[in-house]
């Protein structure tokens, strides 16, 4: 099955900038969309972004502007770009990602999770 790998988080304060990474590995088939959800404490998951196989994308209103996802196909790796932070972003990042099986069929995939926290 698919093993999820991210790293790129930390402490940053407001105004700075941070990169997530997620690398998948372990697959045979083709990867879906991919995405970034993240979950403060004491509240529900939320999406954040995601990123389709042809590069499509779709942001959070909360995001949108400062955050950038994108993909490298070759490496089945999905990035968050994180500009302009605020302390309203800390919360722990998860990376999804979708494995397409030939009959059309998918399953989804969580990371382990990266914290991130904004902070002065």
């Known amino acids: 099955q698919v093993h999820l790998v991210e790293s790129g988080g930390g402490l940053v304060q407001p105004g700075g900038s941070l990169r997530l990474s997620c690398a998948a590995s372990?697959?045979?088939?083709?990867?879906?969309?991919m995405g970034w959800y993240r979950q403060a404490p004491g509240k529900q998951r939320e999406l954040v972004a995601t990123?389709?196989?042809?590069?499509?994308?779709n942001y959070a209103d909360s995001v949108k502007g400062r955050f950038a996802i994108s993909r490298d196909n070759a490496e089945n790796t999905v990035y968050l770009q994180m500009n302009s932070l605020k302390p309203e972003d800390t919360a722990v990042y998860y990376c999804?990602?979708?494995?397409?099986?030939?009959?059309?069929?998918?399953?989804?995939?969580w990371g382990q999770g990266t914290q991130v926290t904004v902070s002065s």
């Open positions: 999804n990602v979708r494995e397409i099986y030939y009959s059309g069929s998918w399953r989804a995939y």
């Open positions: 990123i389709s196989s042809g590069g499509s994308t």
């Open positions: 372990g697959s045979s088939f083709s990867i879906g969309t």
